[in-house]
């Protein structure tokens, strides 16, 4: 394996306390005094190990909670934080163990992270716990340390400077995955095209290296996800090719007007004196909107479909709804009686009805997210430079195409395309992959491949020539509305640049929290219009 610099903890450190009032309290100098930012937790009610697991788990969905921790806990708090070490490992970068009690689940053995157990604190195990966390400081010599012992965290995957790292050091490296599947990451644009296209590599539903098999109570995968990863490769090029068939370029073009229309609607109804979110009012609502024009769906059902894309579909278990099922069916029912000038009675020509039902199935769960991610992390992207936005809204009509181009490169709403697994060996650049393995294309590390993209600017530049992305995907998983939704986004942004070209970040708001996942997205983007701009 290359050298490749990891990029070491975060400086935070989280304490959980409460159990004895003397235990990692005593920690907490130590600490501070070693330079890391300390937490204390206090668990939700009680002290038992199923409370410290759902004090954990409001920690780590509040939005300032840290990418990377290291997590010190005694006694019955262990086994939670053990589980969340197995569970969650891109944000564990170490755990500290005090006299932790009997796991039915063999504690902290495999994990991919370092581990200091000990069986209670006093002199000499702080000065055991002072050396365990100076080592985790990374020093001068970081460069030449390799990956180990840790998995990428979804902050890694999506910042280019680590995946730069890596592409540097080479183009294939094996990550560090103790207890999971042997899991290589490949880095570069020519590298990437070429993984996502070899015939020796399946699609997998694991989606981040290191992460091993969730139960389902803590599964995050949309059905949509699933469908075009894990279906039979006849079906899947079968539905692809009836919804390739008919979202051509020339039709997907006609559709703008209506998509302008959508775009328009929604900032209609935004109130102009006041703060606004516009993830919530404008990225999340538009993609939703803009896929059921494309597909036909009256405009008075729209809101359950909404309801079920935006609230539903994320909640686990992620099984498909009957409900939305029986209601696309009625739809297709519909259309093949009247049919109409959308995407729907298209695919009803000659096709059966659970063919187009799970078509629009398909759109609709895996067209929606990136879209609202793109939208509210690239306006963000605009917004933290104002003459990226002024730029943009000077020429609406010619810019809104080569930005959402560069915002794709920049933002990369899925940092990795979905894991392949090889089927049989698979010879990669330097490197011979065994059957078994999981192989990922970090789209990041292809969309700032120096050899394709030099000299790049320290953000999205609206004026710049686009460059060649991988943010779609390559080869037959690519996504199949990418045309739809570059007409979405462009559509979308276009219109926001022209009517509100003051739009700026509301006062207070230079912090913006994201959801750490394998999809980096807005929790919110409290903006200020401006005066609005008639044309």
Known sequence: MSAVPASGGSGELVLLGGCTGTGVTGLEPLAVRGGWRVRTLSPATGDGEGSWTARL?????????????????????C?????????????????VALAPEPSADGGPTALACPVLVLPALDDDSGRAVERFLADLVPGPEEGARPVRNRALSPSDLHDPSVMRRFAEAGPVHRLASPGSVPTWVVTGHEAARAVLTHPGLRGDTATTAGYRPQ?????????????????????????????????TPEWTGSLRPRLRRVADGLLDALPGDREVDLVAAFAVPLPVAALCELLGVPEPDRPYLADWLVRRVPTPPPAAHEDVEAYLGGLVAERRKRPADDLTSRMCEAVRDEDVVAAARLLLVSGARPTTTLLGNGVAALLADRDRW?????????????????????VTPYPVGFARRAVAPVEAPGV???????VLASLTAANHDPAVHPGEPGGPDPGRAPHPHASFGHGRHACLGAGFARAAVRTALGTLARRFPGLDLAPGARELH???????YLLALPVVLGPEHRA
């Open 57 to 77: 788990a409001g920690f780590l969905a509040a939005p300032d909670s840290p990418d990377r921790m290291v997590l010190v806990a005694e006694g019955r708090a």
């Open 79 to 95: 086994g939670a934080v053990f589980a969340l070490a197995d569970r969650h490992p891109e944000r564990a970068a170490a755990v």
């Open 215 to 247: 139960p389902p109570e803590l599964a995050s995968l949309h059905p949509g996800d699933a469908d075009t990863i894990t279906v039979d490769a006849g079906e899947h090029a079968r539905l692809r090719g009836l919804v390739e068939r008919h979202l």
């Open 390 to 410: 002024r730029l943009l809204a000077g020429e609406p009509d010619a810019l809104a195409g080569p930005v959402t181009e560069e915002l794709l490169r920049r």
């Open 432 to 438: 011979r992959i065994p059957a078994g393995h999981r």
């Open 514 to 520: 994201y959801r750490r996942s394998r999809v980096r």
